[in-house]
T-cell receptor
Framework: DTEVTQTPKHLVMGMTNKKSLKCEQH?????MYWYKQKAKKPPELMFV???????INESVPSRFSPECPNSSLLNLHLHALQPEDSALYLC?????????????FGPGTRLTVL | GENVEQHPSTLSVQEGDSAVIKCTYS??????FPWYKQELGKGPQLIID?????GEKKDQRIAVTLNKTAKHFSLHITETQPEDSAVYFC???????????FGKGTTLSVSS
């Protein structure tokens, strides 16, 4: 199974709401990633977890809060977002953190902030 | 840090033609260069990659070439098919080797 799943597919939220994005993989990968992708732009790295510990935080605002409950799951908690945070949020995983490892991407969650 | 430039931003070809997408990178220490394809409504998918100890790599209709001296690498797709239509991203590893830096993407359209 070489699939990364993400839920929900679409999410609409107000600026005062709290919501969470979920990501799951069962490939035994020990590195998991959150990316943000705006329309017609490349993915931008937000967070990286390696062995369930936060390894990289690309200076992301605190209204985004990642969580890695176990080696298969990755969450992104959202609170007090701004309209400019509307984007496609992609989750990815790889066997290990080292860059030679192929990153497998999920289909993404399309987030709209009103 | 690493910077990746990608050209062209859009490319239209007829079915059966070849397509070439070029990228340049800034950090001479970079040693890994993957190419990702992103179809509409999907996440990016790795299609081919190359390491700095190799000058060329082929996989059926897809090939990647690397010129370390000039710090550029290219994706070549031969005998293009409509299903090749997608956005293609080149990438390079950051200095720490822990994250990918993506180019801005090329939208390839193959018309039949």
């Amino acid at each position: 199974d070489t699939e990364v799943t993400q839920t929900p597919k679409h999410l609409v939220m107000g600026m005062t709401n709290k919501k969470s994005l979920k990501c799951e993989q069962h490939m035994g990968h020990r590195a998991m990633y959150w990316y943000k992708q705006k329309a017609k732009k490349p993915p931008e790295l937000m967070f990286v977890y390696s062995y369930e510990k936060l390894s990289i935080n690309e200076s992301v605002p605190s209204r985004f809060s990642p969580e890695c409950p176990n080696s298969s799951l990755l969450n992104l908690h959202l609170h007090a977002l701004q309209p400019e945070d509307s984007a496609l949020y992609l989750c990815a995983s790889s066997q290990a953190l080292a860059g030679y490892n192929e990153q497998f991407f999920g289909p993404g969650t399309r987030l709209t902030v009103l | 840090g690493e910077n990746v430039e990608q050209h062209p931003s859009t490319l239209s070809v007829q079915e059966g033609d070849s397509a070439v997408i070029k990228c340049t990178y800034s950090d001479s220490a970079s040693n890994y260069f993957p190419w990702y394809k992103q179809e509409l409504g999907k996440g990016p998918q790795l299609i081919i990659d190359i390491r700095s100890n190799v000058g060329e790599k082929k996989d059926q209709r897809i090939a990647v070439t690397l010129n370390k001296t000039a710090k550029h690498f290219s994706l070549h797709i031969t005998e293009t098919q409509p299903e090749d239509s997608a956005v293609y991203f080149c990438a390079a590893l950051n200095q720490a080797g822990t994250a990918l830096i993506f180019g801005k993407g090329t939208t390839l359209s193959v018309s039949s």
